[in-house]
């Protein structure tokens, strides 16, 4: 037997499918690039020594010039080395606003997941098949972790653009400015994925739950009204 569902279903199901989803815009430096590496988040770090924190450092930035496809010139590298200090003012403010979008996007992302976990209990609650929402809520989860995975490495990525030797480093400072553009497309993929997967999954999953609930209640008052 289902059970009516207040109009309050049709509000959260509105939110959830409206939430929004933030896409990295941020303005791209002048120096070309090819490949990407994957970088440790910073949030491992966030309690290590100054000492750790800058051998981590020369770890990623050694690994992004051992993935670059591309070797710069002597004479390149004199023109970054003149160049990159200039770039790593801009890129600190690059380096702020990305971990201002990882904790807004977090943040968002849980409250949509809590918000389809609630509406998921009240549609079994009023008798409803949620199986196949339940396994995209799964997935759902899954493509925020990876976004949110993305997105760290891209932070940690930046920051150590901002912090490293660029003067006496300028291929480490073109090998990580590589991966952090391959990371930034890497993001903005990801965050399609997810608003796609709301869109193209989740909400006709949505609709179709709420067809059904709609259709017995229409047959339980055609039935009453006959008795």
């Known amino acids: 037997m289902y059970k009516k569902l207040s109009f309050g279903f049709v509000i959260l199901a509105a939110v959830v499918l409206c939430a929004p989803v933030i896409v990295i815009a941020?303005?791209?430096?002048?120096?070309?690039?090819?490949?990407?590496?994957?970088?440790?988040p910073t949030t491992t770090l966030e309690n290590s020594s100054p000492?750790?924190?800058?051998?981590?450092?020369?770890?990623?930035?050694?690994?992004?010039k051992e993935k670059a496809t591309n070797r710069i010139s002597a004479a390149e590298e004199k023109k970054i080395a003149g160049l990159c200090k200039s770039a790593q003012s801009k890129i600190i403010k690059l380096q702020e606003n990305a971990e201002n979008i990882l904790t807004n996007r977090q943040e968002k992302y849980k409250k949509t997941l809590n918000k389809l976990n609630e509406l998921s209990i009240k549609l079994r609650t009023a008798g409803a098949n949620t199986t196949e929402l339940d396994a995209s809520i799964v997935e759902l989860e899954s493509k925020t972790s990876e976004i949110s995975e993305t997105l760290?490495?891209?932070?940690?990525?930046?920051?150590?653009?901002?912090?490293?030797?660029?003067v006496s480093d300028p291929s480490g400072f073109k090998a990580a400015l590589q991966s952090a553009r391959t990371q930034r497309t890497e993001n903005v993929q990801s965050s399609g994925s997810f608003k796609s997967y709301i869109k193209d999954t989740i909400k006709p999953i949505l609709q179709s739950?709420?067809?059904?609930l709609n259709t017995t209640e229409t047959n339980q008052t055609s039935g009453d009204g006959t008795n």
């Open 209 to 212: 739950l709420k067809d059904q």
């Open 152 to 166: 760290t490495a891209y932070n940690t990525t930046l920051n150590d653009l901002s912090e490293m030797d660029c």
């Open 26 to 40: 941020e303005e791209s430096t002048t120096t070309a690039v090819p490949t990407a590496t994957s970088l440790e």
């Open 51 to 64: 000492e750790a924190k800058a051998e981590q450092r020369e770890i990623r930035i050694k690994e992004a």
